[in-house]
């Protein structure tokens, strides 16, 4: 068994205005920490032994989790594309609120934003465009029934309303 894994497909480069807007002050704010960390590291390091020191070994962990998110935002930044206009408002498109209602009557809404604006936070009911569900929205029109088969279990969502803005 080798362990080999395949490079992962790469999420689709479109993104709303809101979150191209917050991947930029993410990539300022970042700035602004590494030179915070870049100095407690200093700090760390004119301490001595650098094999004892908890406090560097944290600091250059740190750094190098920080330097990571920067060469991603700077090669991810330049490839996306802000989407803020809207061809048709009457059908499921991509930075759209979608309200559905499930089968037993409960109502939920998503909104469909790109791969790089999902977060822990699920509270907000944003789903990436590259999610199945999203995928069985899009283009549909309000009082269209999406059926979604995910490992076995079939759900059934009604649109509600779209909306956009």
């Known amino acids: 068994m080798s362990r080999y894994k395949a490079p992962q497909k790469p999420s689709t480069p479109y993104i709303t205005k809101e979150g191209f807007d917050a991947l930029q002050r ?3 704010a970042i700035w602004k920490k590494r030179l915070e960390v870049t100095k407690a590291l200093s700090a760390a390091a004119a301490e001595g ?3 004892e020191n908890a406090e560097y070994i ?9 330097d990571r998110r920067i060469r991603y935002l700077q090669k991810r930044l330049p490839d996306l594309t802000v989407v803020s206009e809207v061809a048709d408002e009457s059908k499921v498109f991509f930075s759209g609120w979608v309200s559905l209602e499930k089968e037993d009557g409960s109502e939920v809404e998503y909104r469909i934003v790109g791969a790089d604006e999902i977060d822990s ?15 069985a929205l899009l283009k549909k029109e309000v009082d269209d029934e999406v059926v979604l088969n995910l490992a076995g279990n079939q759900q059934t969502y009604f649109i509600t309303a779209i909306r956009y803005g």
Request: charged share 45%.
């Open 49 to 51: 032994d650098r094999s």
């Open 58 to 66: 944290y600091r250059k962990k740190q750094l190098a989790e920080i």
């Open 26 to 28: 993410e990539e300022k």
């Open 121 to 135: 936070d699920s509270s907000k009911g944003y789903i990436s465009v590259d999610s199945p569900m999203a995928r």
